[in-house]
């Protein structure tokens, strides 16, 4: 396969603004298209992903329009309106996100519908959707017992009902399906987490109309009414955001600013854990609103690494293998404990991590749903070192940032992957550099 060289460099200077936040993308597409009116979703991201979305939400019926890559205009009838998709599969690509809140939302409508994706999709888990969703009276169906129910899902027409629901794995994207079908009920709709997962559905709802209630790890919305149009601003992702704030990081006597980016409290572990490894880190020009934002200027640190685990696991789960590279750069290396949602990404992101720091030649375990990576010998670092992107992203940016540490080849059509989260990220990237 065909390879492209990438050159070492000495550091980043700098400002950037971080391409749209991906999760709230998602959610503002769907809440947007229950909602009866004209909405308006400024600063979205458009990538595959959510491209995805909008396909989907087209299919059934609503309008979504592109005004270039800054507003999208959502004009739909509200929830009762979307029309039926028995006869046309409603493809969600690659797209977990797509797939598992797509669910929640057309669940109640009493129509037929199949949910199918590609093979990477199929291969992640639906089940934990299913049958949350299934205890409100739901009838879904899964194809496969794939990683425990899997692609195709086919839904049925049901009587569903609000109901007390506690969550088995810490999902947004389960939490976020029970609570966009709860709002369609008549009646208060509770799901309760084990741990405290990204809330950026349960922040959004109310700017739509949604009565939502939020008492400490339980989230309850009184359904049953209509939906009305909003206009929100997307705030920049903190996830894609730290591939360049671990940049600086990794790179000698560089300075960024990241401008505007979301630093909503369960998105933004990335920073509490890089912070207590003794980053520094300025944040500045704090805005509150539905999705808080603000400025951040990190410049080269010595870090000294540590042990990740829990509930802090969970809220980092995105940037786990980030953090797992950033433990080469280290005093003591770096533990992540209870990682086991990384089993079921678009990768086995443990495995994929792993391997591709053991194929750079730094000394990287994989135990289960823990993975370890102490600090490089600069001796046993592989210039030949074949990193692969496994279809992941998030994995393909982080071989980016080990090629320009190290000089390296990467497979060039692997960088195709990160346009499902961080278009333009090379140029974004390349703009910073002190070469």
């Not at 560089?254 to 998105?267: A, D, F, K, Q």
């Not at 280290?330 to 990768?347: D, H, M, S, W």
């Not at 000394?363 to 030949?384: C, L, M, R």
Request: net charge neutral.
């Amino acid at each position: 396969m065909e390879t492209l060289k990438i050159e070492r460099i000495r550091g980043i200077k700098g400002e950037f603004t971080p391409p749209p936040d991906k999760s709230v993308t998602h959610r503002a597409l769907i809440l947007a298209a229950m909602a009866d009116g004209l909405s308006l979703i400024h600063n979205p991201l458009i990538s595959f992903d959510t491209e995805t979305t909008m396909d989907v939400l087209r299919a059934l019926g609503v309008a979504v329009l592109c005004e270039g890559d800054r507003l999208l205009k959502v004009l739909s009838g509200g929830y009762k309106t979307f029309k039926s998709s028995e006869n046309l599969p409603l493809y969600c690509a690659n797209s977990g996100t797509t797939a598992r809140l797509i669910m929640g939302m057309l669940a109640p409508r009493g129509m037929y519908a199949v949910l199918d994706g590609d093979d990477s999709l199929r291969g992640r888990p639906m089940q934990r959707v299913i049958t949350p969703l299934s205890k409100m009276g739901a009838d879904l169906q899964s194809a496969g017992n794939i990683c425990g129910g899997s692609m195709p899902v086919y839904i049925k027409p049901a009587s569903m009902f609000p109901a007390g629901v506690k969550g088995d794995v810490p999902s947004a994207q389960v939490k976020s399906a029970v609570l966009l079908a709860g709002t369609q009920l008549d009646g208060i709709t509770s799901y309760t987490e084990r741990l405290k997962t990204r809330d950026h559905t349960e922040a959004l709802m109310p700017l739509f109309g949604a009565d939502i209630n939020i008492n400490d790890l339980t989230v309850s919305v009184s359904g049953g009414y209509p939906l009305t149009a909003a206009a929100l601003t997307v705030p920049g992702d903190i996830s894609s955001a730290a591939f360049i704030i671990a940049a600086a990081l990794i790179f000698d006597n560089s300075e960024i600013t990241v401008r505007s980016v979301g630093i909503n409290p369960t998105r933004s572990a990335f920073l509490e854990i890089i912070r207590k490894w003794g980053a520094d880190i300025s944040i500045d020009n704090m805005k509150s609103g539905a999705e808080p934002t603000a400025d951040i200027t990190v410049r080269s640190s010595f870090l000294t690494g540590g042990v990740i685990e829990k509930d802090l696991t969970q809220k980092a789960i995105d940037e786990l293998p980030l953090l797992g590279m950033l433990g080469m750069f280290t005093q003591n290396g770096v533990e992540i404990r209870n990682a086991e949602e990384l089993r079921f990404k678009e990768c086995d992101r443990i495995a994929a991590i792993v391997n591709n720091l053991r194929e750079l030649g730094a000394d990287a375990q994989d135990s289960g749903n823990t993975f370890t990576v102490t600090p490089y010998n600069k001796k046993n670092i592989k210039s030949d070192a074949g990193l692969r992107s496994f279809g992941d992203h998030r994995i393909s940016m982080i071989n980016v940032l080990l090629a320009k540490r190290f000089g390296l080849n990467i497979l060039s059509g692997d960088i195709n992957y990160i346009n499902v989260s961080f278009p333009g990220f090379l140029e974004q990237l390349s703009g910073l550099e002190v070469t």
